[in-house]
C-alpha cells in the first residue's frame, strides 16, 4: 500500500508562527502529496510533489522530499487560526491503487 | 473538475439494523473510488476501493460490505451495524491523469 505516516501527531503554536510537519513512508514513491482535512469535513489536496522535485511552493505552503530518507515536510509559513486542521501525506504514485493514509498531524494554532 | 456527493450526511442507527450509505463522482469517468473511515480523532482506515464497476477490493475484515453497480456509483452497505461501526465515512475519487483524490463531504454515522 501507499502510505504516509505524519509527525508529530499534534503541534500548537502561535499565530504568526511557522509549522512544520513530517511525513515519512516506506516504499518508492511516485507523487507525494498532502491534503488537509478540517474538523468534521472531508479532505481537500493541497499540494503535490513529484519523486524528481525536491521542493515546491504554494501560496504559504513548502513541502521537502528526500528520497534517500524516505521523508518529506510540510512547512505552513506565517500561520493563521484558519490553518487549524489536520494534516495528511499518502504516495499518488501509479503502480498501487491502495492509498492510505497514516493518522496525521493535528494543527491548531492559536490567535 | 470531479465532484464527490455523499448521501446521507449524518445518520443515527440501532445496533443491528442495516446500512445503506452512496457515493456518486460527477465530471469523470472512469475513476478508481475508495470507502475510508475515520473514528473520532483517528486517522483514516480505508476499507474498500474500486477500480471498475463489479470490481470491489476490501482492505479490512468487517461486516461492511461494498459494492460498484454503475461506473460513477459506490455504495456502503451492512446487513447488521455494530457499535463499532460509528464513525465518520468518507468517500474519494481518483482520476488517474489528475493524481488527485476528491474527497466527499462525509457520512457520519453513530450507531446506539
Not at chain 1, 32 to 61: A, D, F, M, P, T
Not at chain 1, 83 to 111: E, R
Request: proline share 4%.
Amino acid at each position: 500500500s501507499q502510505q504516509g505516516e505524519e509527525d508529530p501527531q499534534a503541534l500548537s503554536i502561535q499565530e504568526g508562527e511557522n509549522a512544520t510537519m513530517n511525513c515519512s513512508y516506506k516504499t518508492s514513491i511516485n507523487n507525494l502529496q498532502w491534503y488537509r482535512q478540517n474538523s468534521g469535513r472531508g479532505l481537500v489536496h493541497l499540494i503535490l510533489i513529484r519523486s524528481n522535485e525536491r521542493e515546491k511552493h504554494s501560496g504559504r505552503l513548502r513541502v521537502t522530499l528526500d528520497t534517500s530518507k524516505k521523508s518529506s515536510s510540510l512547512l505552513i509559513t506565517a500561520s493563521r487560526a484558519a490553518d487549524t486542521a489536520s494534516y495528511f501525506c499518502v504516495d499518488s504514485g501509479a503502480g498501487s491503487y491502495q492509498l492510505t493514509f497514516g493518522k496525521g498531524t493535528k494543527l491548531s494554532v492559536i490567535p | 473538475s470531479q465532484t464527490i456527493h455523499q448521501w446521507p450526511a449524518t445518520l443515527v442507527q440501532p445496533v443491528g439494523s442495516p446500512l445503506s450509505l452512496e457515493c456518486t463522482v460527477e465530471g469523470t469517468s472512469n475513476p478508481n473510488l475508495y470507502w475510508y473511515r475515520q473514528a473520532a480523532g483517528r486517522g483514516l482506515q480505508l476499507l474498500f476501493y474500486s477500480v471498475g464497476i463489479g470490481q470491489i477490493s476490501s482492505e479490512v475484515p468487517q461486516n461492511l460490505s461494498a459494492s460498484r453497480p454503475q461506473d460513477r456509483q459506490f455504495i456502503l452497505s451492512s446487513k447488521k451495524l455494530l457499535l463499532s461501526d460509528s464513525g465518520f465515512y468518507l468517500c474519494a475519487g481518483f482520476k488517474a491523469g489528475a493524481n488527485v483524490l476528491t474527497f466527499g463531504a462525509g457520512s457520519r454515522l453513530t450507531v446506539l
